[in-house]
Each structure stands twice: as C-alpha cells, then as structure tokens.
C-alpha cells in the first residue's frame, strides 16, 4: 500500500503545479526528485503485481495467470508510449521492447525454468498442445510485426503504411483473442496443472480480500500511468548524458526486465515447487501478450498522434528471432524436458545479452 500511496501522492504535487512547486522548493531537494519518482514508480510496480496475484489467486487457472499477464501488460503499454511519445519520436523503441520481451521470455526465463525444473525433477513434464497453442500464436504473431514489415515496399524498410498498421492491429487482436478464448473456455484443460488446481482450492483468498487487492491494483496501475512520462523523460536524459550510442536498444532491454521481473519472479517459483506448466503459462502468457496488445497500442498511437515507428528488426536480430522459435517448437513438441534443453536456450539469451552492447 505504500508505494501506490506515494505514487498517487507524488503525482498529485506535480500535477498541482510543477512550476511553482519548483520554484519555493530549495534545490538540493529538488535534484534528487527524478530518482526518487524511478524508484517509486518501480516499487509501485512490485506492489500492483502483489494486490494482481492475489486476485489471481481467487480466479484460478487460467484466468488467475491471465489476470497477471494483462497487469503486466498494461504497465508496460503506459510506459512503452509515454516513451515513444516524449519529446522527439523514438520510431524504434516498441520494436526493441517487443523483441527483448520475446527473447527474454523465451530464452532466459524459459531457460532458467526448464534447469530449475530438470534440477529439481529430471525430465519435467507439461502439457504439449497448451505449450504449441502460446507457440503457435506467439510465432505468427512475431513474424508479422517484426520480420514483414522489412518486406513491404509501401513504405520505407522496417516501416507499415497507415493501412498496414491497422491491419496488423486488427490481426493481432483478432488472434490474441481467439486464443483467449481457447484458454478460458473452448480447451481450458490444456493450460491446467493438476498439482495447482488442488492446491488453489486450499489457499484461495476470500472474495473481501480479493476486492481489496482489486482497488489497490487500480491506484498502482494509476500512479504508474501518471508518473511513466517524468520517468520516460529521465531515462532517456540518463542515456544521454552517458552518451549511449543507440540508446533505444538499451532502454527497450530495460523496460522489458522492468515489467518483466516480478512476473519472472512467479514463473521461477512455480519451477521451482514443481509446476512447469503454470510456469510455462505465465512466462509465454506475458510474451503473448506484449506482442498481442502493446502493437496494437502503439500502432494507434502511431496513428493518431502521426509518430513514425519502425517495427522491422534488424537482420542480426531476425537470425536470433528464428533460432529462438525453432527452438522453442522441438522444446515444446514432446511435454517432456531435461537440464540439456534448458542451458541451450539460456545459451541463446546470453548471445542476445552481449549483441545488446556489441551489436
């Protein structure tokens, strides 16, 4: 409660006036502001993603991890276009976003579930045709906003047209929706784990403290919303003066570790108790639905606001992107995984990690 408290707070004296706030306030305190606001805003992301998995709790699989993954979501969507929208555009930002969430999510954390799992288990098992529907989706999802747009002519390299942003954007809602369904209703038994569900039943939050968690989450998520531009503005006045060559792909990585940690964090858990499959849900279940709902809010935004993005990845990064859904479908095709399978995917994530500061 404390720090969506001060989140609120902090937002309130600057939105009262900034100027005037400013200027009766002694410098010394002043200049440790924009560090305090990060700190805060990053806190207040830990604490709405704690009130998120209570209310997961009191809705169970699949909705439960569902709930977490649209929390996280939507946390990053009002940073990622807070950023894309200061100042000067920022036409790559999304596209590095987007990228690094896959390629964390799929070869990092992934990575890091399946040794946890093979250490704890040998050859953990998980459902096969749950694991290929979020891959299914994810694969189709990530050549048609990040490889096609390299391909078109309409426009310049890397770069949809007006019109070919809305039909990505209709696609992608049309094919994220789609699998929600299918996770929540038509074949929700492919996302269950037998072990969770039992033990779901035996610590499900009552419905009063469920409600609690919920009005708390929307003062997070508020106080976020209202503090992402002042922090997007430090972020990026950091990078510069660091003088970061490319700073864009940097803070993409850094957002995406940002809204990624705390829901890495439940992932790790759940391997680490003996849970691969509600692992496996909420760590593709965030990739799934970075690349289903953050292209369609900024390709709107795009739109709306007349700010070019580039979501074409470079051609390193296509060689990287390919290697990591080609594996990931033989890791996912059998239900059954050991130590080998993890480390190589963690191999890739470090590859991904070195190229991000020697490109």
């Known amino acids: 409660m404390v720090f969506p408290s001060l989140a609120l707070l902090l937002a309130a004296a600057f939105a009262f006036d900034e100027a005037r706030l400013m200027a009766r306030v002694p410098d010394w305190i002043m200049h440790p502001v924009p560090l305090v606001s990060t700190g805060i805003m ?21 909705l439960g991890t569902l709930a977490l993954t649209i929390c996280v979501t939507a946390i990053e969507v009002t940073i990622l276009v807070s950023l894309m929208l200061n100042e000067e555009n920022n036409p790559t930002l999304a596209r590095e976003s987007i990228f690094s969430v896959v390629m964390i999510v799929c070869t990092g954390l992934v990575g890091l579930c399946l040794v946890i799992g093979a250490l ?106 209202l503090l ?23 803070i993409g990585a850094l957002l995406a570790t940002l809204v990624l940690m705390p829901e890495g964090l439940s992932a790790v858990r759940a391997a680490n108790r003996g ?22 809010a900024v390709a709107i935004a795009s739109i709306v606001t007349d700010h070019e993005i580039i979501l074409g ?11 990591t859904l080609g594996l990931s479908t033989l890791t996912f095709g059998t239900g059954r995984t050991n130590l080998l399978t993890g480390f190589v995917h963690l191999v890739v994530f470090a590859a991904f990690v070195f190229l991000l500061f020697v490109p």
């Open 42 to 62: 990053i806190g207040t992301v830990f604490a709405s993603l704690v009130h998120a998995e209570v209310i997961a709790k009191r809705l169970g699989e699949p």
């Open 313 to 323: 990845i470079e051609k390193r990064n296509v060689v990287l992107l390919a290697l």
């Open 120 to 225: 704890r288990q040998g050859e953990p098992t998980f459902q096969v045709q749950g694991a290929n529907d979020f891959l299914v989706v994810l694969m189709a999802l990530s050549v048609l906003t990040l490889i096609l747009p390299d391909f078109t002519i309409t426009t310049g390299e890397g770069t949809f047209s007006n019109s070919q942003l809305g039909l990505v954007t209709l696609l992608a809602l049309a094919l994220y929706s789609i699998f929600l369904f299918i996770q929540t209703v038509r074949h929700r038994g492919h996302f269950l784990d037998p072990k969770e569900a039992a033990e779901h039943e035996a610590s499900r939050p009552s419905t009063r403290r469920a409600l609690f968690a919920l009005g708390w989450l929307i003062g997070g998520l508020t106080g976020i919303v």
């Open 275 to 296: 849970s691969l499959q509600t692992a496996l849900n909420v760590a593709l279940g965030s990739a799934l639905a970075t690349i289903g709902l953050t292209i369609p």
């Open 228 to 250: 992402a531009e002042r922090v997007a503005a430090n972020v990026e006045t950091a990078m510069k003066v660091a003088g970061v060559a490319k700073p864009d792909t940097i």
